[in-house]
């Protein structure tokens, strides 16, 4: 399994950033997809996730509202679109695959549900 992330960058607070992962080497559809990130200094946290068929997504209550997480089981593509950033959404965002029936909220938010990570991408928030 690959997973390849892509679309961080530099943006002001109160920016716009869409996210996307890749993913090659598995049957997608069977896969609970997600985004967690690492801020500087501090644990891996869990900002997404959505389900094999997209029918449910999970959000972390700091993003609820400005983030949307979508997937395109057709082109084996998940997606983080990133409204009203702000400067604590500083962070690597990594985009994670879990094969497997994983549907409730509490194993959507679980990283140890995920069992591949792709290499993180970067996103900065100035203030």
Known sequence: VQLVESGGGLVQAGDSLRLSCA???????????????????????????????????????????RFTISRDNAKNMMYLQMNSLKPEDTAVYYCVAGEGYIYSSRDLQTASKYDSWGQGTQVTVSS
């Open 23 to 65: 993913a090659s080497g598995l049957t997608f559809s069977n896969y609970a997809m997600g985004w967690f990130r690492r801020s500087p200094g501090q644990a891996r946290d869990f900002v997404a996730s959505i389900t094999m068929s997209g029918d449910l997504s999970s959000y972390a209550e700091s993003v609820k509202g």
